[in-house]
């Protein structure tokens, strides 16, 4: 099981900067892929980006590529999402969880407990 606390979140206007944070603590023994997701109220979970466990791969929602950047420490067992020009749509709930195929595009689960993200125009 892989345990996730995220942090990071605020209140921003539009065009402003963020950078979330995911806190991981590994007991699995699987180099997972982290993915980091997003759920406005009254909407459906949003997959945002993920990256590899080597850090490599890192793959993008149409909505955020080129805005968004992800990317891990891991020394400090993080996984950073750097997000820029930021809009009102980017308004959510943000939340990172675990791909335990590694791939980065499978099935992800152990969920952490969100930051908070609002944008006001």
């Known amino acids: 099981q892989v345990q996730f606390v995220e942090s990071g979140g605020g209140l921003v206007q539009t065009g402003d900067s963020l950078r979330l944070s995911c806190v991981a603590s590994n007991d699995a023994d699987i180099n997972y892929a982290t993915g980091w997701f997003r759920q406005a109220p009254g909407k459906d979970r949003e997959f945002v980006a993920a990256i590899r466990w080597s850090g490599a791969n890192k793959y993008y929602a149409d909505s955020v590529r080129g805005r968004f950047t992800i990317s891990k420490d891991h020394k400090k067992n993080t996984v950073y999402l750097q997000m820029n020009n930021l809009k009102p749509e980017d308004t959510a709930l943000y939340f990172c969880?675990?791909?335990?195929?590694?791939?980065?595009?499978?099935?992800?689960?152990?969920w952490g407990q969100g930051t908070r993200v609002i944008v006001s125009s």
């Open positions: 969880g675990a791909d335990k195929s590694g791939r980065g595009t499978g099935r992800y689960e152990d």
